[in-house]
């Protein structure tokens, strides 16, 4: 077999194998070959991975002239060029400083008081017996299609949720990380499946971008998105105000969904954490309920960043190499290569994490773990901005769930980590059982 023959095949298996368990994956390669490991992938010449915290600390502290966003990315078919994921130099750079303001100070008891609108309602209208991925899918894109149009614009952009809905459901893995899948076969084929769904998504997108350039005197982020500026002072062209919208609404949602179903999911078989949950939740007044407040909850905040640990919705951190003289661990890494931070390795490390495969939150309680051992949100200059964004919806819900109902699984049913959409989600939809607690006096 040739060299790019075996190649090609390489990068398919490897494919294959992240698409199908990346912890296993993971697993295998650094068993094989150390903590520094070769990936290959469909579209990418030369990936080194790290699965330890020395290497995440060089990958992370670097600076944004060395390491940048990895393009061609397999989420670029989704979120687009323009999206901040995938921005680079000083147009990232830019764009963060000012979309920072939104999820800073006071900003956080505006969303726990959406989130907590959103969450009561939906919840008001479940019956004895939901389905737990679908439920939290549905809560967190209500969620943050009223935290970008407004909770006043709900009805009238609730287009968004069918749409939003439709274009993760068509952006499969194989189109994701084999860019040959890119193409229509006969008309036909899950490529043509996705363009439909993102043409229906675009043209919704499109017409409210051109009202938003019209007339723009809202207070929320889509309004705040319009005003933007670049490095340049210039306003975002109608394909960048795309771009971010959608990264917002699909990120911004999917994200949090997968991470409540997995906690709800631990909550929901392990009697005496929910009870403790519950115990910690019930003491606070809920009327008097502010972000502050949340956060002196901690065994509620161990159990969101548990979830996080063991199921991290992103799997795998990459970087592109854009200067010489970058090494990786001793690794001499020449530029114009990829390298990459493998989450789910770090966040089971037995030198760190004692029985790591087990959801055990206690581990959070009264102990701190580095930004280099600990990345559910990546880390260094394209650290996900909407961390606490993330989390504080989490512990909202989470709060307001079990404050109303002790939860638990009508099977007995065992959930496997695959690839949904753009993350790490659960592989099955599990039948959460909803039991009414009796009235706090």
């Known amino acids: 077999m040739t060299g790019n023959k075996a190649g090609n095949l390489r990068k398919i298996t490897h494919a294959l194998a992240v698409s199908m368990d990346f912890k296993k994956f993971v697993r295998k390669s650094v068993h094989k070959h150390g903590e520094q490991f070769p990936l290959s992938l469909p579209g990418m010449d030369s990936v080194l991975i790290t699965a330890s915290e020395k290497g995440a600390k060089e990958i992370f502290q670097a600076s944004p002239q060395t390491l940048t966003s990895t393009l061609p990315s397999p989420l670029e078919p989704l979120l687009g060029r323009g999206s901040l994921i995938l921005l680079q130099g000083v147009d990232h750079s830019h764009e963060k400083m000012q979309l920072r303001t939104l999820f800073r100070g006071r900003c956080q008891d505006f969303w726990q008081n959406l989130f907590e609108d959103v969450t009561e309602k939906e919840i008001s209208n479940w019956g004895q017996e939901i389905s737990l991925r679908s439920s939290m899918q549905d809560l967190a894109l209500k969620i943050i299609v009223k935290a970008v149009f407004g909770p006043e614009n709900f009805l009238e952009k609730s287009g968004y949720l069918e749409c939003v809905d439709n274009l993760l459901q068509a952006f499969t893995p194989p189109i994701m990380l084999f860019p040959f899948m890119r193409r229509s076969f006969a008309g036909l084929g899950p490529w043509k499946t996705f363009l439909n769904a993102r043409r229906a998504y675009d043209k919704l997108v499109y017409a409210d971008i051109e009202k938003k350039r019209r007339d723009n005197d809202g207070q929320d982020i889509f309004s705040f998105l319009a005003k933007m500026t670049n490095s340049e002072g210039k306003f975002p062209s109608p394909d960048r105000l795309r771009d971010e919208l959608t990264t917002l609404l699909v990120a911004g949602h999917e994200t949090t969904a997968n991470a409540l179903t997995w906690a709800l999911y631990y909550i929901a078989r392990d009697e005496s954490i929910q009870s403790r949950l519950y115990e910690e939740i019930s003491s606070t007044n809920h009327n008097q309920t502010s972000s502050c407040s949340l956060t002196k909850l901690p065994f509620l905040e161990a159990v969101c960043f548990e979830a996080l640990r063991l199921h991290p919705v992103v799997p795998i951190v990459l970087r592109s ?121």
């Not at 010489?324 to 690794?331: I, V």
């Not at 290569?337 to 989450?343: D, I, N, P, Q």
């Not at 789910?344 to 055990?360: G, N, R």
């Not at 512990?395 to 049913?413: A, G």
């Open 321 to 441: 190499v854009i200067s010489s003289g970058f090494t990786l661990c001793g690794q001499i890494v020449p530029e114009g290569s990829v390298v990459g931070v493998a989450t789910t390795a770090l966040h089971s490390d037995p030198s760190v994490w004692y029985e790591p495969d087990f959801f055990v939150p206690e581990r959070f309680m009264g102990q701190s773990f580095s930004p280099f051992q600990f990345i559910p949100f990546g880390g260094g200059a394209k650290k996900c901005l909407g961390f606490s964004f993330a989390t504080l919806e989490m512990k909202v819900v989470i709060s307001s769930l079990i404050r109303r109902y002790k939860i638990s699984l009508k099977d007995n049913i065992k959930l496997k980590p695959v690839i949904r959409g753009i993350t790490m989600g659960a592989d099955k939809d599990p039948q959460l059982q909803l039991n009414l607690r009796a009235p706090l006096h």
